[in-house]
Structure formats: C-alpha cells, structure tokens
C-alpha cells in the first residue's frame, strides 16, 4: 500500500468509515511506516482540537435581534429565493417544466416554420398555374378548357414535388 | 417535572400553529451550530450574526413550506450555507486576510497538551492558543475545502448531511475532507509533532477531548 492511499484511509478510519478489510492492510501498514503513523497520531490530534471550536451565543440577545426582524418582515424572499430555498424535489420539477416548455417552444417554432413553408410553395404552384394558363390561353388565342387547366396544375404541382426533392 | 424536549419534526408541526415558543426552541437549538459554521464562512462577527439572525428568518418564513424529506438540521445548514454565498457574492472579498501564526516553532505539540493535563490552568491557556492556531489555518483553507471539515469536524455532521448540505457526491465530501486535513496538518505541523506509535482501530480517539 502506498502512504497516499494510506493517508487517505486513515482519515476515513477516523470517522469509523473503513471496512474491515481495508483497517487490517492499513494496519500493517502504519505499523511499519513512521510517516503514516505520524500522519494518524496528527490527524486524531486535529479532531480533538477542532471540536474546541465550537461557539455559543446568549439565547436571550439573540431571540431579541431575530424576533423583530421577523415581524418586520426582514426575511421576506423573492419569487427567485423562495425557489433557491424549496425542497430539492419541487426544483427538479421546475426544472424539468422548463426544459418541457423550451423543447415545446422549439417544436411549435419548427411546425409553424414547415406549415408556412408549405403555404408558400402552394401559393407558387398556384401562381405558376394562373401565369402559365393565361400565357398558354393567350398563345392559343382564346380560354383553355378544363382538361387542359387540369393537366397545367399537374405540372405545377410536379414542378414544386422536384423542388422539394432537390432540396 | 422536567418536559422532555420535543423532536425537530414536533416544534415544526407546533410552529405550523403558530406556536412562537416553539420557533425559539429551535433557534436555540441551532444557533450555536450556526453561528460556529457561519463565523468560519466569512470574515467578521458581526457580519457571521447578521447572516446566523437572516438564517433563523428565512426559516421561519419557510417553515409552513417546509417539507420533512431532508432532516430540519441540513436544512438549517443549506440555508446559512446560501446566505454565506451571497455575502461573499455582494462583498465580492476574500474570506479572510491570512493571519500569520506567531511564534510558530515555540509552540508546544497536541502531545505536550496531553501531557501537561493536571497542570489545568497551563493547558486550557495551552489547548486555547492551539484552538486560535487551528481557527487561522481553517480561514485559510478554499472555501470547499473549509466548509467540509468545519461541518464534519468541528460541527460533528455525518458525511451523508454534508452531501446533501453542500450538493455533492458522498466520494466528494471523502475526498475534501481528507484534502483539508491534510492541509491543516501541514499548517499546523510545528504543534502536532505525531511521534507517538498509534494503534489503528482502537482508542480511536486517539487524544481526549
């Protein structure tokens, strides 16, 4: 075992977090590495003083300068606070309505984009046909009967189906 | 006859009533633990009371909405944790000013703390000076780093709490944790001269609190 690996176990072995394999290959190990040891002996050392740390305030004092800040309404939140403090759950749940709307609102942005493509290209095809009727109409001296209007819109709409594989 | 104290989830359920005395039990409760991990997050006393006051505020505005999923202490700490955030975020400062240690070299180990027990008027003047040594190296530590081992070694918070307080895996808080100890060992390698043998797995406080 390495001193890394084994000073990281130490200071997992410390919290009572180390399984029993683990504590018998440690404890081989410290026992014959004067820096692991150390290490072990510090860092117990550390624990004991860090909890002498621990501070206190005079209850009294304390409720007298919250109390008022309450009923003034010191703490009052935000709609954003109030989000940032809610229960984990009910943020993910917000977030995953967010994520819903933003894919609906890139859906509906691309049907519409696709329906007035769509409206475009027949509003083409129509246009194509009336100009060609009439140039045709007018090539021929006089007003087409309906077979050939009929035939003259099937090439329009020909015409717009090769664009759009083209495309 | 001495009342039992009511369990967090009762005091909640009473404070949903209305019941005052039953929001200052819980101040009282917690505010020794938040005022020792607040005052760790930022620079001044005054500012770490400012913040442990808002704290107790914004739980009691959000009590009525609170939800017993997450036990009321790690939400107590999630609560100051984001307030110290947004201090920092406004002041736009650095914890602290790195204070240097005095007299490093002429200070007595953990070990001669120990020893000199008896000797109480010595060593509590002893155990206060090494307190005040370890209370700048903890200031000095980055602030994921501080955070971790101020709610685990100093607060006593399980690794699982301080997952959930800080918003990571449990892997993280393992990993921090030894990171910063490593780094106050070495801050403070003048007081701990770790020469004593010591038995792995048994007397697993190796020195008395």
New interface residues.
């Given amino acids: 075992m390495k001193c890394t690996t084994a000073?990281?176990l130490?200071?997992?072995?410390?919290?009572?977090?180390l399984s029993a394999r683990d504590?018998v290959k440690?404890?081989e190990h410290?026992q014959g590495c004067a820096a692991c040891?150390?290490?072990?002996?510090?860092?117990?050392?550390?624990?004991?003083?860090?909890?002498?740390?621990?501070?206190?305030?005079d209850?009294d004092n304390?409720?007298l300068?919250?109390?008022p800040?309450?009923e003034t309404g010191?703490?009052?939140?935000s709609l954003l606070e109030?989000l940032?403090?809610?229960?984990?759950?009910?943020r993910m749940a917000g977030l995953a309505i967010g994520a819903a709307c933003c894919v609906a609102l890139i859906i509906g942005v691309r049907v519409q984009g696709i329906r007035r493509d769509r409206i475009e290209r027949a509003t083409v095809a129509e246009t194509l046909r009336t100009v060609a009727s009439q140039d045709i109409a007018l090539s021929f001296g006089g007003p087409l009967d309906d077979l050939a209007v009929a035939n003259l819109a099937a090439l329009g709409a020909e015409t717009v189906r090769q664009d759009d594989r083209s495309e | 006859m001495e009342r039992v104290a009511d369990s967090d989830a009762a005091l909640i359920s009473r404070c949903r009533d209305n019941d005052?005395d039953a929001f200052?039990e819980i101040?009282?409760r917690y505010?020794?633990r938040v005022?020792?991990y607040v005052?760790?997050m930022v620079n001044s006393r005054e500012d770490a009371?400012d913040i442990?006051?808002?704290t107790?505020?914004?739980i009691?505005?959000?009590l009525r909405?609170?939800?017993s999923?997450?036990s009321l202490n790690t939400w107590v700490y999630?609560?100051a944790t984001?307030l110290c955030i947004d201090y920092r975020r406004k002041n736009n400062r650095p914890d602290r000013q790195p204070v240097p240690l005095a007299g490093r070299g002429a200070q007595p180990?953990?070990?001669q703390v120990r020893a000199d027990a008896s000797a109480e008027p010595e060593a509590r003047a002893l155990?206060s000076e090494?307190?005040q040594a370890?209370?700048r190296a903890?200031a000095d530590l980055p602030e994921r780093l501080r955070t971790v081992?101020v709610l685990?070694?100093?607060?006593?918070l399980a690794?699982e709490e301080i997952a959930a307080i800080v918003g990571c895996p449990l892997g993280t808080v393992?990993?921090r944790?030894?990171h910063a100890?490593?780094a106050?060992?070495a801050a403070?390698a003048p007081y701990?001269?770790?020469?004593?043998?010591?038995?792995?797995?048994n007397d697993?406080?190796?020195?008395?609190?």
């Fill in positions: 000073q990281q130490i200071s997992l072995e410390m919290d009572d977090r504590l440690l404890r410290v040891s150390a290490f072990a002996y510090d860092l117990r050392g550390l624990a004991a003083a860090s909890s002498e740390l621990r501070e206190t305030l209850a304390f409720l300068s919250v109390n800040r309450i010191a703490g009052r939140q109030r940032r403090y809610a229960p984990r759950s009910l | 005052r200052n101040v009282c505010m020794d005022i020792t005052r760790r009371e442990a006051q808002e107790f505020v914004r009691y505005a959000g909405s609170f939800q999923r997450s999630r609560i984001n180990g953990i070990e155990r090494l307190a370890l209370d903890i081992v685990h070694d100093v607060n006593g690794y393992k990993s944790l030894f100890r490593a106050l060992r403070l701990l001269r770790g020469e004593e043998p010591i038995r792995l797995g697993r406080r190796g020195v008395e609190q």
